[in-house]
């Protein structure tokens, strides 16, 4: 049996990585590129996963290519993987299935591989590989492959729509009895011999699949004695549904808790990777130790609040760099010392100019992309060579292609997708020739995975057209264990009416912005929550409110930093007194108290006054602030007849 062992470590471990995501999630970005070349924190996904291969021990890589694989050969060629990877070319494959029975003609695949599509994103070192040469037994030639799961629960950020996994494990061996991934109402049929002969098995909702895959030679002779094998999942819930062929291929599982492991499958995990990478949980995948595909690593400067600068960074003074920023190498930010531009939670890529008065928050700019001053950039995807002339506002959940120019003051509707290419369907819109509009089929089953800012949640095509435009927002049970935390933060350490001394507020800044990493939050939702927490602490006197907003004003004022936060933080404390209608009236003596604090802006006053919602308490709030509302106009025209 060690003789056995010895012969299995010495042979080299090979792997098969899938360059094709037989889907179209990336659409108009991918009509220029191939998927795995799209950068990440600018760099090519595909050298993510060649990394995570090679730091594993692989030595023998498959590249399969279809799409733009002149692109992808092109890459590999030029990089410090050239001599290890192999690239194999096909047009005519359709779907994973095809792709593998390709590849088992070739013969090319003779030992244990590991299979994984080329936009994986991981810092595990591959440790199931020797678990699953130890599982199989001396002399068994029946097919094993042992999968990676990741222990994430239901509310994780990483876990999009696809990721409802449901597991059924042997849980002496970690061997998989039943996978459903189907989300079907909570409705899990298990077949009878996954109990047979066993003492308990374990029942598993906690579980996300990585994608990565050791496996025995003889898996790839499954999909070609199987044409009906389209995917991996149909492989394993075709393996388990029939008790003959569940004794004839072991599929074993292995979970991964500490380390991070991830695939960029869809626009919603691609931004969710690129926050975890950018806030260090996947270290050392990190900017400022991460080399490029020649092997050279590029002079990163990383400072507080997760600020990254690449080499040749231009800064003008009037900038702001709020927090989990990357700012690509020769990219110049403002220009004008009177106009402040703002960049927060984005990613921007090389060779970039970014104009002044621009506001850029959680936006992902590839390189070679200019912005015009005045613009507005938010939770949207600009790809390279992208031109906005100046004043332009980018609607919350648009994807840009490549090339697009955007003329000056134009407004892009939310979860609008722009290219150059004109779309198949002949309801495409084309803006003066520059780009088209490329609309989004709401009977597509595969809609909830294009679009670009959802929560995790799946989300039914059949919804109204109103929610449509609502901004993303945190997974319920993270944003409530967040919202907690905060509220224990004030009321153990803030006293109504008494100033927050220098050295408290630091305090206080490090504790909440260490909740918002720990639980993946956007700034809108620390907002939010702070004004939860305040309102949370109102008790029966007629000055409270007005009170809590003098004492935590110089703390809400680091967070509410932009218009569009301190309206954030409005629209959190009318949410508070739904449950506290009493304390309405009070509710103008305390956002004038913010206001004279600097806390709010004039017109983050009057935007919030006039947005119109749902809110039961709106109509009493709107008459409550009528004579704040009165003061603000009536002071702003004043201020002009002066000018």
């Not at 996963?49 to 890589?61: P, R, S």
């Not at 840009?400 to 290219?419: C, K, N, Q, W, Y």
């Not at 309102?535 to 907003?549: E, G, N, T, W």
Request: proline share 5%; aromatic share 6%.
């Amino acid at each position: 049996k060690k003789d056995m062992a010895k012969k299995h470590e010495e042979e080299p471990l090979q792997a098969i990585v899938l360059a094709d995501s037989f889907n179209q999630r990336f659409v108009p970005l991918t009509a220029h590129e191939p998927r795995t070349l799209l950068p990440l924190l600018n760099r090519p996904l595909l050298d993510y996963t060649l990394e995570f291969l090679t730091a594993a021990g692989v030595q023998d890589i498959v590249i399969f290519c279809c799409a733009h694989a002149s692109k992808i050969q092109a890459h590999v060629a030029q990089s410090k993987w050239a001599k290890i990877v192999k690239p194999i070319v096909s047009q005519k494959c359709m779907s994973v299935g095809e792709a593998l029975r390709e590849i088992d003609q070739t013969g090319h695949i003779r030992h244990n591989f590991v299979l994984v599509t080329g936009d994986i994103v991981s810092n595990y070192k591959m440790g199931m590989v020797q678990d699953h040469i130890k599982r199989r037994p001396k002399g068994d030639k029946s097919p094993t492959m042992t999968m990676l799961l990741k222990c994430a629960r239901p509310s994780h950020p990483v876990r999009s729509a696809e990721d409802n996994l449901v597991a059924c494990l042997e849980k002496e061996t970690g061997r998989l009895l039943s996978f459903d991934n189907s989300g079907g109402g909570g409705v899990i049929k298990l077949p009878t011999s996954a109990f047979r002969g066993r003492a308990s098995v374990q029942m598993r909702a906690d579980l996300i699949n990585c994608h990565v895959y050791v496996c025995d030679p003889q898996v790839l002779m499954l999909f070609t004695d199987n044409f009906d094998y389209q995917s991996i999942e149909d492989l394993i819930v075709g393996t388990l549904a029939s008790a003959d062929e569940v004794e004839q291929f072991k599929i074993y599982t292995h979970v991964l808790t500490a380390e991070y492991a991830a695939r960029v499958s869809n626009l919603y995990s691609y931004q969710a990777i690129s926050k975890d990478l950018v806030n260090r949980w996947a270290y050392p995948l990190v900017p400022d130790t991460m080399s490029g595909s020649d092997g050279r690593t590029l002079t990163t400067r990383y400072t507080h609040n997760h600020v990254y600068l690449e080499e040749g960074v231009v800064l003008s003074r009037a900038c702001t760099i709020v927090q989990n920023v990357l700012i690509g190498a020769r990219t110049r930010v403002g220009r004008d010392a009177a106009r402040c531009t703002s960049i927060d939670c984005s990613v921007i890529g090389r060779d970039c100019t970014i104009g002044a008065g621009v506001v850029l928050r959680n936006a992902y700019v590839w390189r070679d992309t200019i912005i015009g001053d005045d613009c507005i950039v938010e939770n949207s995807l600009l790809a390279s060579g992208v031109r906005l002339g100046p004043r332009v506002t980018v609607g919350a959940g648009s994807v840009i292609g490549h090339g697009v120019f955007v003329p000056e003051d134009t407004v892009i509707p939310p979860s609008s997708r722009l290219a150059l290419e004109r779309p198949a369907v002949s309801s495409a819109q084309n803006v003066d020739g520059k780009f088209y509009f490329w609309p989004l089929d709401k009977k597509d089953p595969d809609l909830k995975f294009k679009l670009w800012d959802r929560p995790v949640a799946v989300v039914d095509a059949e919804e109204s057209s109103d929610s449509e435009d609502e901004a993303v927002t945190a997974p319920r049970d993270d944003f409530k264990e967040h919202l907690e935390e905060i509220k224990d933060l004030v009321a153990e350490r803030v006293v109504a009416g008494k100033p927050i001394d220098s050295h408290l507020k630091e305090s206080l800044i490090i504790e909440i912005n260490g909740s918002k990493h720990a639980h993946h939050m956007m700034l809108e939702d620390t907002v939010r929550a702070l004004a939860l927490a305040m309102v949370s602490r109102i008790d029966q006197s007629k000055d409270a409110l007005r009170k809590l907003a003098t004492t935590l004003g110089p703390l809400i004022a680091n967070f509410a930093t932009t218009r569009e936060s301190q309206v954030d933080l409005l629209e959190g404390i009318e949410e508070g007194l739904v449950k506290r209608a009493d304390a309405v009236p009070t509710l103008p003596a305390a956002v004038h108290a913010l206001y004279e604090n600097d806390v709010l802006e004039e017109e983050a006053i009057l935007a919030w006054v006039k947005k119109t919602d749902t809110s039961p308490i709106k109509p009493a709030v709107c008459k409550a602030m009528e004579q704040v509302v009165n003061w603000l106009l009536t002071a702003e025209e004043e201020s002009d007849d002066s000018d």
